[in-house]
């Protein structure tokens, strides 16, 4: 008893896929990436695996995209440097009271009425 359990549980661990395709290389597809340099890569994908819509280029790093014309846009490093600029520029001490002292009001008149 029980043992019939356990011969049906390893088979389905096993799967029949990976018998199918062992030895025989499985069939590829190359697919193209161009960064915003325009540098092409052309990295393979098993036919069965999804393709991702974006690549690293293996020679300057950025990400690259399936359309040729319209590579993606290298990533702004720092979006929260100007952030900081813009806030230290508007904060000083005078209006980061105002501004805090407008908050709390804020918050003291929409607090709920229950
Ligand atoms: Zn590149």
Redo the contacts with the bound molecule.
């Keep these: 008893m029980g043992s019939g359990n356990a011969i049906r549980g390893s088979r389905v661990g096993a799967g029949p896929m990976g018998e199918a395709e062992r030895g025989e290389a499985a069939p590829r597809v190359r697919v193209s990436f161009w960064?915003a340099?325009m540098?092409e890569t052309r990295p393979s994908f098993a036919s069965d695996a999804a393709v991702p819509e974006m690549w690293d280029?293996p020679?300057?790093g950025?990400p690259?995209g399936q359309d040729e014309q319209a590579p993606p846009a290298p990533p702004k490093n720092e979006p929260y440097k100007t952030h900081l600029a813009y806030v230290k520029e508007r904060r000083s001490d005078k209006d980061g009271k105002a501004i805090l002292e407008e908050a709390l009001e804020r918050l003291r008149n929409t607090k709920s009425p229950w």
Aim: net charge positive.
């Design positions: 960064c340099n540098h280029c020679r300057c950025l690259a």
